[in-house]
């Protein structure tokens, strides 16, 4: 199983205030995938990365997101102008190294805001 | 878009009996189904999978089977173990060449094991 790290670990923000999330993959993958979980949800899929492009994007996934590659290793989310209700688990995913279309998740970053 | 479906909510077993967890899916286009494990306050861990071209696959004492004329797939776990203890969540999507979709996840199973 392929490594995924992510930082921080846990993120405590404010209200209004932008948030940024990094995803680091060990492997040079071309897709990659955010995914939240709310305390005691399910997990539910936020978008989709493809060879440096959004390939596809969840209704969650409005215009206070983005997501960026911006060094070609470091994978980022980008939250504007946070809410409360996106105090949540954050997981990127990234495939295996069989083709075999597998998503394993990071260990996630746990935002809270205040 | 896909829906999927899951249950029971939470699963109450003796150890060393079988644990069944089914699931149900809406788009007919799904074809990769996985299932993974999530212990409290960690990520969901992937233990098995099946695609559409195939209606069981077994791997120790887990298995999964696929009916992809009705629509569902279930996680049957044999000889459960006190590890197994964990919420388990079924997923649905579209594979593309070496990737997929995002995921559609049901709500999850909370097994729990009765030593």
């Known amino acids: 199983e392929p490594e995924v790290t992510q930082t921080p670990s846990h993120q405590v923000t404010q209200m209004g205030q932008e948030v940024i999330l990094r995803c680091v993959p060990i492997?040079?993958?071309?897709?990659f995938y955010w995914y939240r979980q709310i305390l005691g949800q399910k997990v539910e899929f936020l978008v989709s990365?493809?060879?440096?492009?959004?390939?596809?994007k969840s209704e969650i996934f409005d215009d206070q997101f983005s997501v960026e590659r911006p060094d070609g290793s470091n994978f980022t989310l980008k939250i504007r102008s946070t809410k409360l209700e996106d105090s949540a688990m954050y997981f990127c995913?990234?495939?295996?190294?069989?083709?075999?279309?597998?998503?394993?998740f990071g260990p996630g970053t746990r935002l809270t805001v205040l | 878009g896909e829906n999927v479906e899951q249950h029971p909510s939470t699963l109450s077993v003796q150890e060393g009996d079988s644990a069944v967890i089914k699931c149900t899916y809406s788009d007919s286009a799904s074809n990769y189904f996985p299932w993974y494990k999530q212990e409290l306050g960690k990520r969901p861990q992937l233990i098995i999978d099946i695609r559409s071209n195939v209606g069981e696959k077994k791997d120790q004492r887990i298995a999964v089977t696929l009916n992809k004329t009705a629509k569902h797939f279930s996680l049957h776990i044999t000889e459960t173990q006190p590890e197994d203890s964990a919420v388990y969540f079924c997923a649905a999507t579209r594979r593309l060449g070496g990737g997929a979709d995002g995921l559609t996840f049901g709500k999850g199973t909370h097994l729990i094991i009765q030593p």
């Open positions: 492997s040079n993958h071309l897709y």
């Open positions: 995913a990234g495939p295996g190294t069989s083709g075999r279309n597998e998503q394993f």
């Open positions: 990365f493809y060879n440096n492009e959004i390939s596809e």
